[in-house]
C-alpha cells in the first residue's frame, strides 16, 4: 500500500521529523511518502494561509492520484482543501482533524483540543460543528506557539502541552485530548505520561498518525469518500491554474 | 459610501447585469464597483471551483482595502473565502448567503434554498449549520440549471424555480424562499409573482442585493466583523502571491 | 420612507432621547416618529410587565398600518408582541433583540448580551433559542441597573456595561457584545471605547439602531415577513379590546 | 386540594363540559372550578388571540393565588401568559401543553400534536423548542377545524383527528399523538380506539386532563416553579390593569 | 391502585426507609410495595453494576405484570433496564431520572443534577441526552459519597449535598435541583431548607417520590408506554434466564 | 497482534462465516479468535435480549483481558454492553455501530442504517444521538428479516438490502449507506454493486469489519478508551454472577 503525505507548507525543514514518524508508524507493507507545495505559505496558522495553501495542494493531490497512490494525507489540522481534494480524486484523503475528532469520540466521554494559537480556538469549534461532533467537543485550548518555533523548542512546547491538557482534564472536563497542530507529532507520548503524572491519566491523540491509521484502514477497507458528496468538478475554464 | 463588488469570476460578460442590478438597489449616496478576478474559474459549482478563486478574490479584497473602499460584498452564494478576507480587512466583507440566510430566518419560520445543482445541496446545509440558522433550514432544492447558462435561458430558469419553490413551500413547509446564487439576481419579483399565482405567496429573497443592503447597514451603524474572530494574518514567507 | 418607533412604555421622559438617537441614525430620506403606549407599564422588566404591554403595543402596529408607515420598530428588547404585530400588519416589524441578535452572528463568532437585570438571563438565552441563533450565543450577563433609573445615571451604566462586557470578552470568549436593553442606546461607542483601553477591542451593537438599520434595509428590499408564518387573525368577538 | 381552571377565553358555553371532564378526571380529594376571562377573545387561534387574553388570564391568577388556591390550570394549548403568571404567584401554574409534550416524551420515542389549524403548526414547533423537548416532536398536523365549531362537531371532529393520527403514525414515525387543542378534551379515548382499529395503537394524550394530572402531583409533592426563573414582577406604575 | 417498586440491588437492609418514603408520599387509595432483586450488585454506582442488575429486574417487572400490578417504579436513578422493562409488560414502567428531568424541566430555566460519584457525572448527562432534555440539563455534581454508606452518614450527606447545591446554583446557573440517587430519599425538604439559608430558594427535586407521582398519574391517565417504542421481545431460545 | 471477536449470541452455527470473514479481512499479523456466549438469547432483536446478552459478554471481556488479548470486538449492531465492558478492561473494546457511524460520517454528507426489524429503528436514532453523530444520520430503514433466517436466505436478504438503500439514497439523501446487523456480514460489496447498477453508487460500510479495523488502529496506535469515562467497577458484594 503507498500512502501519500502532502505537508501542505513550503518549509522543508520539517522533511525529516515527518518522514520518521510517518515511517515508524505505518504497517511494515505501507510505503510513505511526503511531498512539500510548490507554492502556498511557510506555515498555517490563519484563515489566510490555509486559503493560499489550498491551490498547492490540490496539485499534489491530482498528481498522486495520476501515480496511483492508494490513500492521502493531507498534514495539518485545519485539513485545508480536505472537500476540494476529494472532489478531485476518488481514493481516500484524510484529514487529520476530522480523524482524530471520529476517534477521540469514540476514547471517551469529551474531548479537547491543544491549538498552537488563541486565533485558531473558534475555527477548531467550527470543525467539530461541521464534521458533526460538536457535542463531544469539552474546549479548545491554546499553547501560545508559533508553528515555525516548533522545531528548536520541542521541550518548552511539550511542558505547555502537559500544562493545558491539565487544565482540560480538570476545568473543562476533558477525557481524551487531541494534539492540536500535526508539527507537534512525535510528543503524545511524552504528553500522555506527564498528564499522569500531574494525576490525570487520559488518552493523547496524534492527529498525523491517526491520519494515517485511517487511511490504511480505508484502502484495507476498500471503502473511500462518497462521490455523492464529492463529485467530481464540471469542467470549464479555469486562469492561472 | 462606497461599495465594492467582488464577483470571483472571470466571467466578464456578466458585468452589465451585475452592475445594473447593484446600481439600481443601492442607495442614492452608494457607489457601486464592480471587479472580476484575475486568476480564478469560469464559475463557482464545486468546492474545487471555489478554492481556486479564493486567492485571486484575496488580492481584489486587498486593494479594495487599500482604495479606502467602506465595504466589500462577495458576489457569490458559496460566499468563497469570506472568512480569510474577513482577516486581510478590517472594513465589512459581506457574503450574499450568510447575510440572506439571517434575513430570512428573521422573515419567517422556515427558509428553503434553490441552488443551480443538485450537488450543491450538502454545501448550503453545511452553510446553514456553520452561520448557526440550521434549525431555520426547511430545505435545499435544485433546479439542475448551470451557470454559465443562466444569461441565456432566464425564462427558463425563472420557470424551474417557481416550479421548485412552491414545491418547498408545499412540501418542505417553506415561508420564505432564497434564490440560491447570485446569477440569478434581478429574478426575485418574478419568482414571487409566480408564487402567488400559484397559491403560494411567501417572501423571495435575492441574496446579492441582500448582501448589499447589509453592506450599507453595516458602514452605517460604524460596525465590521471582530478582529477577534478574524485577526489580521501573521507575516510570513508565502511562494506563488 | 417612515418609520414609526413603538416604545413600548408609558414613560414619556425617555421621548427626546429616542428621537435624537434615531433620527441620527437614519438615513436623510427616512422620517422618524416615535409613539409610546396608552396603557402598560412604566418599563419592562419581567414576563408580566412585556404581557401588559402587548395590547398597547398592537393599538400602535395597527394604527400605523392605517397611517400607511412603512416599517415598525418595536423599541425592547423582549420584542414584546413581535409575533402578535406582524399578523396584524404585512409591513415589517422589526425586534430589536431579534435583529442585533442575526447581526452579532455575522459580525463574529460568537456574542454575549448584557442585561439591565439577573433576572432576564434565562428569557435572552430563550430568545436566543427561539431566534435560531442560540449556538452563536457566548454568554448573558448582567448590570443590575433598573430602567428607570437609566436617564440619570448614564456614567455609572456605561462603566458597568465596560465592566462586564470584559468578563463577556475573557471568560465567556464573547467575540461581539449587544447591549441589552434599547435604553441604553447612545451608549454603544462608549462602551466599544472602553472595551479597547481595557485590550478588548470588539464590536459593540446597540439593539435599537440595527433594529431601524433592519427595518430599512426590508423596505429597500421590498420585503416583509412571511404572510405564512403570520397569517392575518381570524376575526371573532373580542371583549376589552 | 383545590385546582383552578383557567380557561383563556370568553365563550362560557364551554363551561358544562369543561367542569364534567376535569371533576371526572380529578382525585376524589381534589375541587376543581373553572373561570373564564372578563375580558379577552372568544377563542384562541392566533398570536394576537394570545396576547389579547394574557391580561384576563394573569388577574384570574392572581385572583386565584388570593383565594388559596392550590394549584392553577391554563386550560389553552398555547400556554398563554404560562411565564408572566408564574411571576405573579407561587403556587404551581400548569401548561397543557408544556406538560402533555413532557409526558409524551417520557411515553414514546417521539409524539406528534394535532393542530386545530394549519397556521399554528410553526407555534408549536416553537414550543417544543422552546420547553426543551424537540428532539423528541415527529410532526405537527392540523384538523383545520376551527375551535368555536368544536362544540357543535365533535363526530366529524374526532374523524378527523384519527384520519391526522394515522398520518402522524404512518407517515412520521410519531409513537404518540396529542390533541392539540384543550377543547378536544373527552376525545382521547375514541382517537385512540380509531387508531386501533386502523391498525396503529399508540397512546393518545389528553393535555387538559394531563394538566390536571401535573398539577395533582405538584401539590403532592410540595413543588413548584422555581422563582429564580419566575421572580415576582418589580413594582413600578401600570396604566390600563 | 397498587404500584410495586424494584429496588434494584441485593442490600435489603434499605427495605424499611424505602417502604415510609414511598408510603408517606402515595395517595391515600394506593398501595405500594417493595422487592429486592435475587439477583444482582449490592448498589448501582458504575455500567457493570447496572448492567448486572438488570436480569434480575426484568423478572421482577414480568412477575409485577403477571401479579396484575398497575405500575412499576424501578428504584434508582440510573433507571437500569428500563427499556427492556418496557417491552416485557404493558402496564407503565417509571424510570426515576427520566421523570424527574421531565418534571425538573417544567419547573425551572435550567436544572441541576447532584451524583453520588464523579464518575456518574457522563451517565447523567447522556441519560439528559437520551431523554431529550439536554438544552435544560445547567451541569451534574458530584458529592462523592458512596451508596452503601447513606444509611449511617446522613447528616454529612445531607451538609455535602446543600454545598453542592449552593454551588450548582451560584456557579452553574441551576434554578432547580435534582437528588441524584434514589438513596437520597427523604432529604429533599432539608436540602430546599438548606439552600434557602444560603439565599438560593430553587425547588429540590426527590426522584424517587417524583416517580411515584408519575406511576399514579399514568394509572389514573390511563396511559402507558407506546408499544410501538416497545414491543414485546420476539419469541426465541434464551440459556440462563 | 491478537484481536478476540464476541458474538454476543448463542447460535454458533454463525461460526465459520464469522471467523472467514474476519480471518479474510485481518491483516496478516493479526490473529482472529472468535467466542459466543455461555449464556444470553439466540439472537438480538429487542432490548430485551440485548440487556439478556450483557452478563454474558461481561464475562467474555473479562476473560478475554485475563488472556492478555489485545483488543476486543462485540460482534453485534447494538453494541450491547459497550460501556461496561470498557469498565472491565483496559484494552480497546470496540462496538460496530460506534465505529460505522463515525467512519460513514467521514465518508459522506449523511449515511443512512438499514436495520433487520422496524422495531429497532428508534434503537438506531438513539444509538446516533449517544454517538455524538445524529447530525450525520439520514434515516434508518428496514428490511423486516429476522436475524436467524440469514443464514439460510442470504440472495434475498441482499436484494432486499439494495431495496431499502436505493429507497435511503433517493427519498432520504443518505450519501453513505452502514449495513445494519453485524450477521450481514459479506454482503457489503453486492449491495454496493447492486447500488451502482441502479444508478447509486455509494459506499457501503460492514460494521464487523470496521469494528476489526477499527481495534487494529487503536492498538498500533497505542490508545484505548478513556479510564476516566470508563473507571474500573468498584467492588462490591454481587449475587448470581
Redesign the interface.
Known sequence: MRIRVVTPI?TESFGPLILQEFTA?A???VEVTNVF???????I????????A???I?AKVRQAGEEGIDAIVINCMADP?L??A???VSIPVIGPC??SM??A?????KFSVLAVLD?L??QF??QA????????LASVRSVEF?V?EMEEGRERLSALLVEQAVKA?QKD?A??IILGCTGMMGLA?EVEEGLKKRG????V??PA??AL??A???V????????????Y??E??????
Do not use: F, W
Not at 45 to 52: C, G, Q, R, T, V
Not at 200 to 203: K, Q, R, S
Open positions: 513550503i508508524a504497517r511494515s507493507d507545495l510548490d507554492a502556498g505559505p511557510a506555515s496558522e490563519s484563515e489566510y494561509d490555509d486559503a493560499l489550498v491551490p498547492g490540490l482543501g472537500r476540494a476529494r472532489e478531485v476530522e480523524a471520529h476517534l469520540a469514540m476514547l471517551g466521554h486565533r480556538v473558534p469549534e467550527d460543528t461541521a464534521y458533526g461532533v460538536k457535542d463531544k508559533p515555525l482534564v472536563d477525557h481524551v507520548h490525570c491519566p487520559v488518552p491523540v496524534d498518525i491517526v491509521k485511517t490504511e484502514a480505508q484495507d477497507l476498500g471503502l473511500s469518500h462518497s462521490k455523492k458528496t464529492y463529485p468538478p464540471p470549464k475554464e479555469i486562469i492561472g491554474y
